[in-house]
Nanobody, 120 residues
Framework: QVQLVESGGGLVQAGGSLRLSCAAS????MGWFRQAPGKEREFVAA????????YYTDSVKGRFTISRDNAKNTVYLQMNSLKPEDTAVYYC?????????????????WGQGTRVTVSS
């Protein structure tokens, strides 16, 4: 069983930055998803096992960056220029197949989530 542990969430003002981390061991493609109150979980970003391929949802392109340090078994989500609409619980997920994917159904393991609140 793969254990994923997110950290780095918190309260930030609009325009600010946060960096989320997800500790995960194993050769997995990784993704970040988020779920805002009253909304369905949505895809944010994904990265291949090698880190050579990344994929973002349109609403975060140019503001968020996904990266990984396989030596540290950690995946990051750098979030800049945060907006109130980015407020959500953010989840990291692992996919056994090493390619990036944008659907929650394609991920095999999930973390417990870390809350991000962006105030206006």
């Amino acid at each position: 069983q793969v254990q994923l542990v997110e950290s780095g969430g918190g309260l930030v003002q609009a325009g600010g930055s946060l960096r989320l981390s997800c500790a995960a061991s194993g050769r997995y493609a990784m993704g970040w998803f988020r779920q805002a109150p009253g909304k369905e979980r949505e895809f944010v970003a994904a990265i291949s096992w090698s880190g050579s391929t990344t994929y973002y949802t349109d609403s975060v392109k140019g503001r968020f960056t996904i990266s990984r340090d396989n030596a540290k078994n950690t995946v990051y989500l750098q979030m800049n220029s945060l907006k109130p609409e980015d407020t959500a619980v953010y989840y990291c997920a692992a996919r056994i197949v090493g390619r990036v994917a944008g659907s929650a159904d394609e991920y095999n393991y999930w973390g417990q989530g870390t809350r991000v609140t962006v105030s206006s």
